[in-house]
């Protein structure tokens, strides 16, 4: 029994070395990197985690900073939720966008509004990896150095109305997601305490 305990706990070691690492570590290690083995590494259909997100507006002299937690679901959608410093959720799916405060709710529908319906696919591209669903609305440029990084920049005019670009970057998970603005506003997302089911 103890040599089968031990047998175990080495295997257990192997397979947290960077030499036996899972398959979606393998994809990541694709050089140079590729939206399908981007997709391969950083996608996955649920992951929780949590966030700090980071707006920089022209006009204020320093960021605004929140907090949160996440959790995507590639068939149901995603949920955003602000626990400081002022507690709200958002929700993203194929219905449309939900919002729930401590003082009131509010949701539009992608039937009265069909480009909710595109933001929600956005959102749900971006956080859960799925590169593919990205190159329908984007033109992916993707980079090595100095950690794998994808720059997506509007292919429809009135989209680049609004998002100048969108650069995401990570190692086996997406990390960090940078969101410029048409008018130079800025929103820094930092990912972290993934998990992946």
């Excluded at 080495?10 to 990541?28: E, I, K, Q, V």
């Excluded at 626990?83 to 401590?102: A, C, E, M, Q, R």
Aim: proline share 6%.
């Amino acid at each position: 029994m103890k040599n089968l305990f031990l047998s175990l706990a080495a295997t257990g070691l192997m397979l947290m070395m960077p030499g036996f690492a899972s398959a979606a570590a393998t994809a990541c290690a694709v050089t140079p990197p590729t939206v399908d083995s981007l997709t391969a590494c950083w996608g996955a259909d649920h992951i929780d985690g949590h966030f700090i997100e980071k707006k920089t507006i022209a006009g204020f002299p320093k960021p605004l900073v929140s907090s949160g937690r996440f959790s995507i679901d590639r068939q149901k959608g995603v949920r955003w939720e602000t626990l400081k410093p002022f507690p709200n959720t958002l929700i993203f799916d194929d219905s449309g966008v939900s919002y729930i405060g401590s003082n009131a709710e509010s949701s539009v529908s992608t039937g009265n509004l069909p480009a909710v319906g595109q933001l929600a696919d956005l959102t749900r591209g971006i956080l859960s990896g799925d590169l593919k669903l990205l190159a329908r609305l984007f033109d992916l440029e993707v980079t090595a150095l100095p950690i794998p990084t994808v720059r997506a920049t509007p292919k429809d005019k009135n989209l680049s109305g609004t998002l100048r670009e969108i650069t995401i970057s990570g190692r086996n998970d997406i990390e960090t997601v940078r969101l410029t603005a048409a008018s130079g506003d800025i929103t820094d997302l930092t990912l972290s305490h993934q998990i992946r089911r």
